[in-house]
C-alpha cells in the first residue's frame, strides 16, 4: 500500500517562526474573507481566533473542549458547521487567554484524532456579529419569545413532571392530555380519551385565541420532558392527524429545532427555540418541512453560533385533531393519496393528468434552468450516435436542449420535445426541432436510420405507455434500424446524482415518523435520500438562485425492466443494455 | 422550420389517418439564411427525401418554378448550380410563421416562431 512517510501524522509537533507565521497570515486572510467584521488585535484579547479547528478540518467540538477546558474551564466557543476552517474561543480573562495562547498556538494538539494541521491562534477585538436567525427559518413558522412567564413556567413544569400518567419513552418521558397520542399510527385516536387538559393549559389556550394565534382549540395535548442530550428524530406532524398549526411551547431551556425541506433534506434550517417562547409550526413549515431535534448536550446558537449547553427541557405541543381529509396545498408531502390525485396512477387518463402536471408543466418552467445544466453527453449514447453511418437521417425524441442535435457529425439530425422551452432553446441553436409528444411521433413512417430518446422513458408513467413510446421510435425508423433509449436506474450507486445528494439523509438511518398507510399504499413519494425506496418517485428540481423547488415524476428502472419492456414490443429485438452512472443504455433493432 | 424538416412529418398519429402525408404547407413568413453548401451533403440529403413533398414546400414558397416537375433520376449526375436550387429550397429557408395541415382530416398545426406545434391536444383546441 502506498504510504507517503512525510505525510505522517506529526502528533504534538509544534510550528514555530516563518512556517507558523505563514499559517496564521493564511488563518487573517480567511478570516477577512469570511467576517470582515472581526478585528485582529496586536494586543492580547479574551477572544481568540483559532485556525484549522473546526468540523470542516475533522475537529468536533468535543474535542475543542478536550483541549481548551483544562487550561480554561470557563471558556466559550463559537464553531461553524460548515465553510470556516477556523473556530472562536472566548476565555474568562485576558490572563487565560494569553496562557491558552502560550499553551497551543502552533501546536498539533496530540489528541486530534483525524487533523494533523497545527492551531494557529491570534487575539481578536471582537467576536462575528450575530446574523438574523429569520433567514434560516422555513416560511410561515412564527416564533414569539417570553410568550410564557417564569412563574407559569414554573406550574407547567411542576404539572408535567409530577403528573402520575406520566410515561417513559426511549429517551424521553411523556404525558397526554385530552387524547391519547398513538405512537402507531403518529395520530390521536379519538376513542382513546387522556386525561382531561388541565385548568392552567385551558387558560393558555384562552390566551393563544385571544391573541389570536389559533382559532379552534386543540383538543389534544402532549406534554415531553426531554433530558440533556437527548431530542426526536426529524419528523413531520402527520397531515391528516392534526390541524394547523401545531403549537409548541418551550420549557426551562433554550433548544435549536432543525427544519428540514421534506423536497431537500440537506437543506436545513437551524431555528432556535427559547425557554417560555411559543412556536406556530404553520403553513409550509408545518406541510412541506420536518422538524426535529438532534441528540447532544449542546446547541449551536444560529445566530451567534455560539456553543450553548442544553439543559432538561420540557415542551409542550397543542394540536386538534383533524376531522376532515387534509387539503393543505402541500399534497406531494401529505399522507394521503388525496382521492387518487397523488397515486402511481393506474390508467391512461391518470397517466397523463400526472405526466401534465408533473413533467410536461415543470419542463416549460426549469427551461432555461435546465438548459445551463445540461450539457455532458453519456459515454454510451455518444458511441451509438458514432456508429450510425454519415449521411443518415436521426430522430432525437425529447431533444431538451438540443445537446445531441448541436454537434456536426454528418448526421441529418431532427429533435423534438413536448416543452415548448426546451424546442425554443435547441431552435435558437440552430437544431431541426418540432414540438410533438412522444407518444404520437409527426414523423413519416419509416422515414429515418436511427432513433433516440435520452431520459424521457422514465417520465412516462404507466407500462402501456412506456411500451408505446417503444413502438412509436420503431414505427419512424427503418426496417434494421437501431434505436438508443435511456433511463433512470433504481440503483444510483456511483452515479454523479447519488454524488451531488451525498450530503443528504440516508433513508434507512432516519426513519421518518410516517403512518402505516404511507407505506401500504401505491402512493407517489417525494424522492429525498440517496437510494430510491420505491420506483414512482416525484424528484425535486432546485433552482438555488430563485430557492424554487419543482417536482418532476420519475418511474425508476428496476434490474431487467428494460429487457422485459424492449420484449413486450413486436417487431423489437433487443441488443444491450448497458449500465451507466445509474442509467440504463437500452439499444435495440426494428426487425 | 426549414424546409427539410417538412420532408420528414407527417400526421399519420392521428386517429384514423393512414398515410397523412405529405402534410400541407401555409407559409405566412419566412426567411432566407445562408447555409454553406456542400455537393456531397446535398446528393447525400436529396437520397433521403420524398420528391412529392418538396414539389408541396416548393409551392408554398412559390418557388415551384425552380425546380423539375419530375424527380432526376440520378442526383450525382446535376451540376452544382442544379443542387444548389435544391440546397436553397431545402436548408436556406427558414418558415417562421405558417401551418402544417393533414391532408386527411385537415388538422391544423401552427408553426410560430419556426417551431411546429404538433401536439394533437393544441390543434383541437
Known amino acids: ?591 | 422550420m426549414k424546409l427539410f424538416v417538412h420532408n420528414f412529418m407527417s400526421s399519420r398519429f392521428l386517429k384514423n389517418v393512414t398515410v397523412g402525408y405529405p402534410l400541407n404547407l401555409v407559409v405566412k413568413q419566412f426567411v432566407e439564411k445562408d447555409i454553406e453548401f456542400d455537393r456531397d451533403n446535398t446528393i447525400v440529403m436529396l437520397d433521403r427525401i420524398q420528391y412529392e413533398a418538396l414539389i408541396v414546400a416548393a409551392a408554398a414558397v412559390n418557388q415551384s418554378d425552380r425546380i423539375p416537375r419530375e424527380k432526376p433520376e440520378k442526383w450525382d449526375e446535376l451540376t452544382d448550380e442544379q443542387l444548389r436550387v435544391f440546397h436553397h429550397l431545402l436548408m436556406n429557408i427558414d418558415v417562421i410563421d405558417g401551418e402544417l395541415i393533414c391532408p386527411e382530416t385537415k388538422t391544423v398545426f401552427p408553426i410560430r416562431d419556426g417551431i411546429p406545434n404538433m401536439l394533437k391536444v393544441d390543434a383541437e383546441k
Request: hydrophobic share 35%; net charge negative.
Open chain 1, 1 to 591: 500500500m502506498y504510504f507517503n512517510e512525510e505525510k505522517a501524522k506529526r502528533i504534538g509537533e509544534r510550528f514555530e517562526g516563518g512556517k507558523l507565521a505563514k499559517k496564521v497570515h493564511k488563518s487573517i486572510e480567511q478570516l477577512k474573507r469570511h467576517d470582515p467584521d472581526v478585528q485582529i488585535s496586536t494586543e492580547p484579547t479574551k477572544y481568540l481566533l483559532v485556525s484549522n479547528s473546526s468540523i470542516l478540518c475533522g475537529v468536533s467540538l468535543e474535542e475543542l473542549e478536550e483541549i481548551f477546558l483544562p487550561l480554561d474551564e470557563l471558556a466559550e466557543f463559537i464553531v461553524y458547521p460548515n465553510k470556516r476552517s477556523y473556530s472562536f474561543v472566548q476565555c474568562s480573562s485576558i490572563e487565560k487567554s494569553i496562557q491558552v495562547r502560550t499553551e497551543l498556538h502552533g501546536l498539533i494538539p496530540p489528541s486530534l484524532k483525524n487533523s494533523h494541521q497545527p492551531f494557529a491562534i491570534s487575539y481578536v477585538e471582537n467576536l462575528p456579529e450575530a446574523t438574523k436567525c429569520e433567514d434560516f427559518r422555513p416560511a410561515n413558522l412564527k416564533i414569539i419569545e417570553e410568550y410564557v412567564s417564569s412563574d407559569l413556567e414554573k406550574e407547567l413544569v411542576d404539572l408535567v413532571t409530577n403528573h402520575p400518567s406520566v410515561q417513559s419513552l426511549k429517551h424521553r418521558a411523556v404525558v397526554h392530555f385530552g387524547h391519547v397520542f398513538d405512537y402507531s399510527t403518529n395520530s390521536a385516536s379519538e376513542w382513546k380519551e387522556a386525561d382531561p387538559i388541565p385548568p392552567v393549559i385551558n387558560s393558555l389556550i384562552d390566551r393563544l385565541i385571544s391573541d389570536k394565534y389559533i382559532t379552534e382549540r386543540p383538543d389534544q395535548v402532549t406534554a415531553n420532558v426531554y433530558e440533556s442530550g437527548h431530542g426526536i428524530p426529524s419528523h413531520y406532524d402527520t397531515h391528516s392527524a392534526f390541524d394547523d398549526p401545531i403549537v409548541s411551547i418551550s420549557l426551562l431551556s433554550d433548544v435549536v429545532m432543525e427544519f428540514k425541506d421534506g423536497a431537500n433534506s440537506a437543506r436545513i434550517a437551524p431555528v432556535l427555540l427559547k425557554a417560555r417562547s411559543l412556536c406556530l409550526i404553520q403553513g409550509e413549515s408545518r406541510y412541506r418541512w420536518k422538524h426535529g431535534i438532534v441528540n447532544r448536550k449542546y446547541d449551536v446558537d444560529p445566530r451567534t453560533n455560539r456553543v450553548v449547553p442544553r439543559q432538561t427541557r420540557v415542551s409542550l405541543t397543542l394540536r386538534k385533531i383533524r376531522r376532515k381529509p387534509c387539503e393543505c396545498e402541500w399534497k406531494e408531502f401529505c399522507d394521503w393519496d388525496r382521492k387518487g390525485e397523488m397515486s402511481v396512477p393506474s390508467n391512461e387518463d391518470l397517466a397523463l393528468k400526472l405526466e401534465n402536471s408533473y413533467v410536461s408543466d415543470v419542463y416549460e418552467n426549469i427551461a432555461s434552468h435546465f438548459d445551463e445544466t445540461r450539457h455532458s453527453s453519456w459515454k454510451a449514447v455518444k458511441q451509438f450516435i458514432n456508429e450510425i453511418p454519415r449521411g443518415s437521417v436521426m430522430y432525437d425524441v425529447g431533444c431538451g436542449n438540443g445537446k445531441y442535435l448541436i454537434p456536426k457529425d454528418g448526421l441529418l439530425k431532427i429533435g423534438c420535445d413536448m416543452c415548448m422551452g426546451l424546442c425554443d432553446i435547441a431552435r435558437k441553436k440552430d437544431c431541426h426541432v418540432a414540438r410533438c409528444d412522444a407518444l404520437a411521433l409527426p414523423f413519416r413512417y419509416e422515414s429515418a436510420d436511427a432513433a433516440i430518446s435520452i431520459a424521457v422513458l422514465h417520465h412516462i408513467a404507466t407500462f402501456e405507455r412506456r411500451k408505446r413510446l417503444i413502438e412509436e421510435l420503431l414505427r419512424v425508423v427503418k426496417p434494421g434500424s437501431k434505436i438508443c433509449v435511456t433511463v433512470w436506474s433504481m440503483d444510483q450507486s456511483q452515479s454523479e446524482y447519488a454524488k451531488m445528494r451525498g450530503n443528504k439523509d440516508d433513508v434507512a438511518a432516519a426513519p421518518a415518523v410516517s403512518s402505516e398507510e404511507t407505506q401500504t399504499t401505491n402512493r407517489l413519494k417525494v424522492h429525498d435520500g440517496k437510494d430510491f425506496e420505491q420506483q414512482d418517485v416525484l424528484v425535486p428540481w432546485t433552482i438555488d438562485q430563485k430557492g424554487e423547488t419543482f417536482l418532476r415524476y420519475y418511474h425508476v428502472f428496476r434490474e431487467g425492466e428494460a429487457e422485459k419492456l424492449i420484449e413486450s414490443v413486436q417487431g423489437c429485438k433487443l441488443i444491450s443494455v448497458e449500465k451507466e452512472q445509474g442509467n440504463y443504455i437500452i439499444i435495440a433493432k426494428k426487425i
